[in-house]
Each structure stands twice: as structure tokens, then as C-alpha cells.
T-cell receptor, first 115, second 115 residues
């Protein structure tokens, strides 16, 4: 079975400080993992994806995530937060084998960036 | 421009009045799917389609129908809407990459209120 747990529903940081959004997954198969961002009143946009290549994945807007199989984690980081990063972030897993058209979403983490 | 288009974006209706939310994509993607987003629950898959005339239930299909008569269109039908279907709905498409793992492209969402 597949599932995703985002460990924090809300994260608040100051502009210019690091961002860490945590995600743990459970998958019966080798997974592909994604992070999506949703700005208010908008659809979801892909930030980055892991598909069994390099374990450190770089995405758009300075975000990156590291796949750690031993910890079943895929945490999202950014060295320095910007006001425009304020949004909701979703971690998503899909099995590479099995029903690969099934995408499992975490419950989301709302990032607040203080001036 | 590659996009997924949903209509209507906003709709208020009453219990029992049939409605259809349209979804169209211009990327020639094989896969299309519908999600609903509710606070604290992330996105949950309603139905998905792997190609024309091929559809299957997701995690929360009750009260919904879909059809896939053309590759570009995947309408979501609520035959008899009820208040518990008040939600934000997203249509998404993704392509068959061979391994089956292609990123999701989302529409901008349809906010539905059932009174």
C-alpha cells in the first residue's frame, strides 16, 4: 500500500532563513516522488520529482529534496526563504510498478514567510 | 500554450440538480484524472482514465460519473449533487512515459458549492 505523511500542517519562517518541509512515505514498490506547490486560488505546479536517478533532486525556485530510502523520507528544503514562497506544498508518491496511474497526496503543509 | 482547462471555475447549485464540470487538455496526454481537495485531507482521486473509453474508480468515486469519449476531454458528472460534494475540484493529465511515471499537469480548479 502507498501513503504519504506530511509531518507539519503549518510551517512559519522568516524571510532569508532556511525552509524544511518534511515528508515520509510508505510504498510497496519503488516509488516516484514529487513535490507540488499551490499558490492561493491556483492549480498545483510541479516543484521537483524523484524517479530513481540521483537521490538529491533540484527543482525550480531554489528548492531541492533528498530521497532517503532507509528513512522513507523525501524532505523539501530551500536555503533562503522568499516572500513569494508562501503557499501550500504537497508531497506526492506514485508506485513505479503496479498501478502507476495512482497518485497519493499528503495532506499539505502551509508555508508562511514573515518579513 | 500547454494547459488543462476546467469549466466552470465557480459554481453554486442546489441538492439534486445535475451538473457537469468539463475538463480539456491540449497536450495529447493519455491519462486524465479528477481530484477533490478538502481542508486537511490533501487531494483525493475520484476517477481516472488511461485512454479513450477506459476509466476506473479512484479513492472517492461515490456520487460521481465520468466519460472519456475523446482523448482531450474528461468531464466530471454529478448526477444528484449533495452538500458533502461541496469541494474544490481539480482535473489533471499526464502522459505515458513508458515507465508510466509522468508528472501531473493540473487545471486551475473548480470550486463547487452544493446548497
Amino acid at each position: 500500500a502507498q501513503s504519504v505523511t506530511q509531518l507539519d500542517s503549518h510551517v512559519s519562517v522568516s524571510e532569508g532563513t532556511p525552509v524544511l518541509l518534511r515528508c515520509n512515505y510508505s510504498s510497496s514498490y519503488s516509488p516516484s516522488l514529487f513535490w507540488y506547490v499551490q499558490h492561493p486560488n491556483k492549480g498545483l505546479q510541479l516543484l521537483l520529482k524523484y524517479t530513481s536517478a540521483a537521490t538529491l533532486v533540484k527543482g525550480i525556485n531554489g528548492f531541492e529534496a533528498e530521497f532517503k530510502k532507509s528513512e522513507t523520507s523525501f524532505h523539501l528544503t530551500k536555503p533562503s526563504a522568499h516572500m513569494s514562497d508562501a503557499a501550500e506544498y504537497f508531497c506526492v508518491v506514485t508506485p513505479v510498478a503496479g498501478n502507476f496511474n495512482k497518485f497519493y497526496f499528503g495532506s499539505g503543509t502551509k508555508l508562511n514567510v514573515k518579513p | 500554450e500547454a494547459q488543462v482547462t476546467q469549466n466552470p471555475r465557480y459554481l453554486i447549485t442546489v441538492t439534486g440538480k445535475k451538473l457537469t464540470v468539463t475538463c480539456s487538455q491540449n497536450m495529447n496526454h493519455e491519462y486524465m484524472s479528477w481530484y477533490r481537495q478538502d481542508p486537511g485531507l490533501g487531494l483525493r482521486q475520484i476517477y481516472y482514465s488511461m485512454n479513450v473509453e477506459v476509466t476506473d474508480k479512484g479513492d472517492v468515486p461515490e456520487g460521481y460519473k465520468v466519460s472519456r469519449k475523446e482523448k482531450r476531454n474528461f468531464p466530471l458528472i454529478l448526477e444528484s449533487p449533495s452538500p458533502n460534494q461541496t469541494s474544490l475540484y481539480f482535473c489533471a493529465s499526464n502522459r505515458n512515459t513508458g515507465t508510466g511515471v509522468g508528472e501531473l499537469f493540473f487545471g486551475e480548479g473548480s470550486r463547487l458549492t452544493v446548497l
